[in-house]
């Protein structure tokens, strides 16, 4: 009776570690289509690229081991008065090769707000070098949209956590 009992715990604990993965937030991200413009922006915006690199994973102690982190990827409108408007967002891995599209419509961010997108630490699709491009636009006298990712992960008493800052390219 007493190898049964410890069977049947032993089986329990081997199921409970196999369930199946719940959906990635990073891939269920906020609902673009509320953002999304009714009409075309004006032909007299400025046109843009910001380059951002996210760490899915960083290497720990060697290029053996991995510790995965959770990344925010804010996207910020910096001005007191106008919207920003931003055309996509593509997602890259390590290889260069683009994971997902979160949008590929011109969506608007309002004055001073921020929008999220999060990463998942159990998203390892990117790996330890990827990066997301924003094609975005602006009015000519205001300025450029802001983008940050903060990447973090704990693990038993210890935390690690730092930022990146977007890069304007061409």
């Keep these: 009776m007493k190898y049964t009992i410890t069977l049947l715990v032993l089986c329990l604990a081997v ?26 922006v004006s032909d007299s915006l400025e046109i843009g690229h910001t380059f951002l690199s996210i760490y899915s994973s ?5 290029d053996q081991e991995q510790s995965d982190l959770t990344a925010t990827v804010s996207l910020h409108n910096p001005n007191r008065n106008e919207d920003i408007f931003i055309d996509r967002a593509v997602y890259y891995n390590t290889q260069g090769e683009p994971i997902r ?44 949209p802001l983008f940050e990712a903060v990447m973090i992960n704990t693990f038993s008493s210890q935390g690690l956590s730092f930022l990146t800052e977007g890069k304007r390219i061409k």
């Excluded at 960083?58 to 060697?62: G, K, P, S, T, V």
């Design 101 to 144: 599209t979160y949008f590929d419509h011109t969506i608007f961010i309002r004055p001073l707000e921020t929008v999220q997108i999060v990463i998942d630490g159990t998203d390892k699709e990117g790996g330890t070098g990827a990066n997301f491009i924003f094609d975005w636009k602006k009015k000519p006298a205001s300025n450029e």
């Design 58 to 62: 960083i290497y720990m102690r060697n």
């Design 15 to 40: 199921l409970s570690c196999n369930e199946e993965p719940g959906k990635l937030s990073s891939t269920d991200a906020v609902n673009w289509e509320k953002r999304k413009l009714a009409e075309p």
